[in-house]
């Protein structure tokens, strides 16, 4: 038995010494920082868009800059400068108490991050 082991135990040493170490990566090495896509709405910096929607309600939309950074949301008597947030598919702008989505065609105000809608199916005017 004891010779067993001393016969292994070097063998063994040898198969861990030889394994190799994985490498040091961080995730900022492995990702790729790629321009976010904005989707292009009827709206500019100039005046207000109307949007009409399903609900009855009106919401005004104009853009706070030239680039479309920020949004200007007139919504139920409020006036809300609405940060651009980074998406794929839809225009988000939100600020933390209350969102628009967009596909550029229809519209809905809501709760940021949430599935609460307060008026959907707004079409702009």
Request: charged residues 15%; contains cysteine.
């Amino acid at each position: 038995m004891k010779k067993t082991f001393l016969f292994l135990f070097p063998l063994l040493l040898v198969a861990c010494a030889g394994k190799q170490q994985p490498a040091n990566l961080s995730l900022t090495d492995s990702l790729e920082t790629e321009p976010v896509h904005m989707i292009k709405l009827p709206i500019n910096h100039n005046s207000w868009r109307n949007w009409q929607c399903r609900d009855g309600q009106t919401l005004q939309t104009r853009y706070q800059d030239a680039q479309g950074k920020t949004l200007l949301l007139r919504y139920q008597g409020s006036e809300m400068p609405l940060p651009h947030i980074p998406s794929e598919n839809i225009a988000i702008y939100e600020n933390g108490q209350i969102a628009f989505f967009s596909d550029g065609q229809n519209a809905s105000v809501g709760l940021p991050q949430n599935s609460i809608l307060y008026s959907t199916g707004c079409r702009p005017q």
